[in-house]
């Protein structure tokens, strides 16, 4: 069983990230604009020296960050969850040259990552994603869409920038964080048809390639979310990320490390749910007393502390597990984002019900957390999918222990 218990110089760091969160970055997420990249946010967060330690810190050092900025500032944990996400694949598959191009970059906040894997038809399903990698004709397969017959650049299309082109991927990506205002993409495409999660490979798509477009999608969370377009779009043996027909193990190996710190993201809301609550059922007259004086808010709150708590522990052991290797990750990784995700649902709703109306108003804190904390039960993989993976897992370990025996 890992240890999850923190080092007293993770505590002080932790409270320095959340007054960090208060005094630099809540006035710049203040003046972002709802459903666009909020690059000064950005920037500052690299000044902070908070985006380098996306890359090679650990999934625990992720995870409180995440938590910490979320219990101040949500829009400042998403930005910096996303661009871990975007540029997690790089960091760990990419080549030196992918890696010296735009790691540095991301890390000081000049250049938004963003991870697409999700499409229209296969979100929850993963290895069902239909971009296709269609393998480029060895005459560089003609002009690219729209382009007039005998144009005079067309023997050009054969190469893009970062070489001679290999394939052109052609379809849709959908509910993509960041998208279309990204630098660049981590896109999963289908380089073998028919062969599911064995035949995907992962690429890494400057958003400057000609035939990829994307449109924002009016979402109930604030941050960036759209749809992108491939038509046609050239790639090249260097921009493949690991390995090609590997790229699965790309997408899960990111999805282990962030599914914890999805959790520790909503242990965060959750624990500013509970801290706003007691405040408030403390000083809030009702029936001739407090608020809090009446046993049924009593253990309400209660109840809240307690999931709020137990949500915090299983991330902490799921992140190190992760950092520690052990080969139960999956399982853990699963089971701390289901966890966490509904209990911080299940608590920030219950601080809006002792709030009443009042937390209804816009520009409350808990409409603010009301909306942000839907949408972590459904992406990185909805709560119905962290219970197939849990309950595989399990059944393979029973499996192994009989072969065993």
């Excluded at 920038?161 to 289908?190: H, Q």
Aim: hydrophobic letters at 45%.
């Amino acid at each position: 069983m890992p240890a999850f218990s923190l080092e007293p110089s993770q505590t002080a760091w932790a409270a320095e990230l959340r007054a960090l969160a208060v005094d630099r970055l809540r006035p710049l997420a203040e003046k972002s604009e709802p459903g666009h990249v909020n690059r000064p946010l950005l920037a500052e967060l690299g000044q902070l020296g908070l985006l380098p330690r996306l890359f090679g810190s650990g999934a625990l050092d992720l995870c409180l960050m995440r938590e910490s900025l979320a219990q101040a500032c949500t829009e400042a944990e998403t930005a910096l969850a996303l661009q871990g996400l975007g540029a997690h694949p790089v960091h760990a598959h990419g080549t030196p040259a992918q890696r010296d191009r735009w790691l540095p970059r991301v890390a000081d906040g000049t250049a938004v990552a963003a991870f697409a894997l999700s499409e229209p038809g296969a979100g929850s399903d993963a290895a069902a994603l239909n971009l296709l990698a269609r393998p480029e004709e060895p005459d560089g397969g003609g002009a690219p869409p729209g382009a007039p017959a005998g144009d005079p650049g067309t023997d050009a299309l054969a190469a893009t920038p970062d070489g001679p082109v290999r394939w052109r991927l052609t379809g849709e990506k959908c509910w993509i964080s960041n998208a279309p205002e990204a630098d660049f993409y981590t896109v999963f495409a289908r380089t073998t048809p028919g062969a599911g999660a064995r035949g995907v490979t992962a690429f890494l798509v400057p958003a400057e390639r000609a035939g990829l477009t994307g449109a924002a999608l009016d979402m109930l969370s604030p941050h960036p979310i759209g749809s992108l377009r491939f038509d046609a779009v050239a790639v090249t043996a260097d921009d493949v990320l690991g390995e090609v027909d590997r790229g699965f193990r790309v997408a899960m190996g990111t999805l282990n490390l962030f599914r914890p710190s999805v959790g520790a993201f909503a242990v965060g809301m959750a624990q500013a749910a509970l801290d706003a609550t007691l405040a408030h059922t403390a000083r809030r007259d009702a029936f001739g007393g407090k608020l809090r004086d009446l046993q049924t808010v009593a253990h309400q709150v209660a109840e809240m502390a307690l999931r709020t708590e137990a949500a915090r522990l299983m991330v902490y052991a799921a992140a190190t597990a992760y950092d520690e290797g052990d080969p139960d990750v999956p399982r853990r990784a699963a089971m701390a984002k289901l966890l966490a995700t509904e209990t911080a649902q299940y608590v920030v709703d219950a601080a809006v019900q002792l709030h009443g109306a009042r937390a209804l108003r816009r520009g409350h804190l808990l409409e603010h957390l009301y909306r942000e904390v839907r949408a972590p039960r459904v992406y990185e993989g909805a709560s119905e999918v962290q219970r197939g993976i849990i309950a595989k897992e399990l059944y393979a370990t029973l499996k192994a222990r009989e072969a065993d025996a």
